[in-house]
């Protein structure tokens, strides 16, 4: 698999010396979004920095790891030996990153689904970054990534300002986050350090995409549909729309997919009572382009989790949202 993006960030001032780059943002609880999304931030750090160290922060270190050499094919040339996989900051290692006494990093890489969420309990709605990275801000050294939250609280205004200033580059997923960071940059700001790319994972759906296009490889299995249920929405409101839904498709197979594999997997013996037929399907043990194959050839699919919609309206099939949220809904939007 090769991964192509644009080469648009020239003022990195690329150098011959060693990068030291933290990664952080992934946390490593076994979510397949979560690793699309890493694959891709990857490639992208291969295109736009010249020698580099990575050092991706994780809740689960020994899981990442794992993944990682499992799927070293999908990532650049030597990159594997170039990637360290740190455990989860105690309070301790906290407390000397508030105060500049961390490890000295040469840049810092933020992204998230909505690096800023007001949903979030302070400080890790946003507020937790000027914290733990006020030195690197001070000195343009932050890259932040993604999604940009709501202004609905006081202080959010702010937090928004501080770090879209303070950011070397800004690379957004979608219209509404880029609204939003115009606010706060003036034209040559605006300019030199941000840009709005679409979703992240685009490069690598695009080109899985024409791969299938061009193989005109065929499903090996009979039709079926995608279900998944996370924690964030209501089971039994979640189990009438699922019986809504697989009315419409009676000749299909419906499959779960569960996209947090330990939170959603809670749900599949629950749902299997209520549907006898339904089978799972375990990305733990797949690689990236064989679950992409089973979005590819599905008939539809109903979720709840963002980059399940996305890769699904991506690819053109039919879906339906269990809970509808802004994150969602600026997201899909951006795909049309």
């Given at each position: 698999?090769?991964?192509?993006?644009?080469r648009?960030?020239?003022?990195?001032?690329?150098?011959?010396?060693?990068?030291?780059?933290?990664?952080?943002?992934?946390?490593?609880?076994?979510?397949?979004?979560?690793?699309?999304?890493?694959?891709?931030?990857?490639?992208?750090?291969?295109?736009?920095?010249?020698?580099?160290?990575?050092?991706?922060?994780?809740?689960?270190?020994?899981?990442?790891?794992?993944?990682?050499?499992?799927?070293?094919?999908?990532?650049?040339?030597?990159?594997?030996?170039?990637?360290?996989v740190?455990?989860?900051?105690?309070?301790?290692?906290?407390?000397?990153?508030?105060?500049?006494?961390?490890?000295?990093w040469?840049?810092?890489?933020?992204?998230?689904g909505?690096?800023?969420?007001?949903?979030?309990?302070?400080?890790h709605?946003?507020?937790?970054?000027?914290?733990?990275?006020?030195?690197y801000?001070?000195?343009?050294?932050?890259?932040?990534?993604?999604?940009?939250?709501?202004?609905?609280?006081?202080?959010?205004?702010?937090?928004?300002?501080?770090?879209?200033?303070?950011?070397?580059?800004?690379?957004?997923?979608?219209?509404?986050?880029?609204?939003?960071?115009?606010k706060?940059?003036?034209?040559?700001?605006?300019?030199?350090k941000?840009?709005t790319?679409?979703?992240?994972?685009?490069?690598?759906?695009?080109?899985?995409k024409?791969?299938?296009?061009?193989?005109?490889?065929?499903?090996?299995r009979?039709?079926?549909v995608?279900?998944?249920?996370?924690?964030?929405?209501?089971?039994?409101?979640?189990?009438?729309?699922?019986?809504?839904?697989?009315?419409r498709?009676?000749?299909?197979?419906?499959?779960?997919?569960?996209?947090?594999?330990?939170?959603?997997?809670?749900?599949?013996?629950?749902?299997?009572?209520?549907f006898?037929?339904?089978?799972?399907?375990?990305?733990?043990?797949?690689?990236?382009?064989?679950?992409?194959?089973?979005f590819?050839?599905?008939?539809?699919?109903?979720w709840?989790?963002?980059?399940?919609?996305?890769?699904?309206?991506?690819?053109?099939?039919?879906?339906?949202?269990?809970?509808?949220?802004?994150?969602i809904?600026?997201?899909?939007?951006?795909?049309?």
């Amino acid at each position: 698999m090769v991964i192509c993006y644009d080469r648009t960030w020239l003022f990195l001032d690329k150098k011959c010396f060693v990068m030291n780059l933290l990664v952080k943002g992934y946390y490593g609880y076994k979510n397949f979004g979560d690793e699309l999304i890493l694959l891709a931030l990857l490639w992208w750090i291969d295109e736009n920095f010249g020698s580099y160290q990575i050092f991706i922060s994780a809740g689960d270190e020994k899981w990442l790891e794992k993944r990682i050499v499992n799927h070293k094919r999908y990532y650049p040339a030597g990159m594997l030996e170039k990637i360290t996989v740190l455990p989860k900051s105690d309070k301790i290692q906290l407390a000397k990153e508030a105060l500049g006494m961390g490890e000295d990093w040469d840049f810092v890489v933020l992204w998230g689904g909505q690096v800023v969420d007001e949903d979030r309990k302070f400080p890790h709605d946003g507020w937790n970054i000027p914290m733990l990275y006020r030195k690197y801000l001070n000195e343009w050294k932050v890259a932040l990534i993604w999604g940009i939250g709501t202004e609905n609280k006081d202080g959010t205004a702010l937090l928004h300002k501080i770090l879209l200033d303070r950011s070397k580059i800004i690379l957004l997923r979608d219209k509404f986050s880029e609204g939003l960071a115009e606010k706060y940059l003036n034209e040559e700001k605006k300019e030199k350090k941000l840009q709005t790319v679409g979703d992240l994972s685009l490069p690598i759906l695009e080109n899985f995409k024409n791969q299938m296009i061009v193989s005109y490889e065929k499903s090996q299995r009979d039709p079926y549909v995608l279900i998944n249920v996370s924690p964030e929405v209501d089971f039994d409101a979640s189990v009438r729309k699922i019986k809504l839904f697989l009315s419409r498709f009676p000749q299909c197979q419906p499959v779960f997919f569960a996209a947090h594999a330990v939170d959603d997997m809670k749900y599949f013996s629950r749902l299997q009572e209520l549907f006898p037929s339904l089978e799972l399907f375990d990305w733990t043990q797949a690689g990236v382009e064989k679950t992409l194959n089973l979005f590819y050839f599905a008939e539809a699919g109903i979720w709840q989790r963002l980059h399940f919609l996305y890769i699904l309206k991506f690819l053109g099939k039919e879906y339906e949202v269990l809970k509808m949220t802004h994150k969602i809904q600026v997201n899909l939007l951006d795909i049309d």
